[in-house]
């Protein structure tokens, strides 16, 4: 519960989870930048370089746990701008995933005004962290696409 709106969080994580159709790794592919991308999480790791080809290689890993392990090398460099621009491409990416497919737009729409927390215990910036204090910026996200979505 939300302490100050006694509203049930909405908590997701993990494919066992309710709501995992909010996960970037859930199986809602989405067409940007001139390609078709399996997942979220696989134009999301691709956009962290430069270098097209990498990016091709990310964009056809058969899992997404495979398009993070490739994101995450640090044998290639990252692009220069992209602490700046990381926000806006997982915006760009998540509303087109609702934008596109009608189960999980529905879902993220069901669930009203509710806070929404990805429960990513390793990682304090897109989820809540391992204290539960994590910027829980791809909540954020969720949230201001739910609200797009809904006319807000």
Not at 49 to 77: Q, V
Not at 116 to 126: C, F, G, L, R, S
Not at 137 to 149: D, H, K, N
């Amino acid at each position: 519960m939300n302490e100050a709106t006694s509203t049930p969080v909405i908590y997701f994580y993990a494919q066992t989870d309710p709501y995992w159709e909010f996960s970037n790794f859930a199986p809602f592919g989405v067409a940007l930048d001139g390609a078709w991308w399996p997942t979220v999480e696989h134009f999301f790791q691709a956009m962290k370089f430069d270098d097209a080809a990498y990016r091709e290689t990310i964009r056809a890993s058969r899992k997404p746990k495979d398009a993070k392990a490739l994101g995450m090398t640090r044998k290639l460099p990252l692009r220069a701008d992209w602490e700046a621009v990381k926000d806006g491409v997982m915006l760009r990416a998540v509303r087109r995933k609702f934008q596109t497919h009608a189960a999980p737009r529905a879902l993220l729409l069901s669930i009203g005004h509710a806070p929404i927390v990805e429960n990513a215990p390793m990682d304090a910036y897109w989820g809540c962290g391992p204290d539960g204090r994590g910027q829980n910026r791809l909540g954020q996200i969720l949230m201001q696409v739910r609200a797009e979505l809904a006319g807000e």
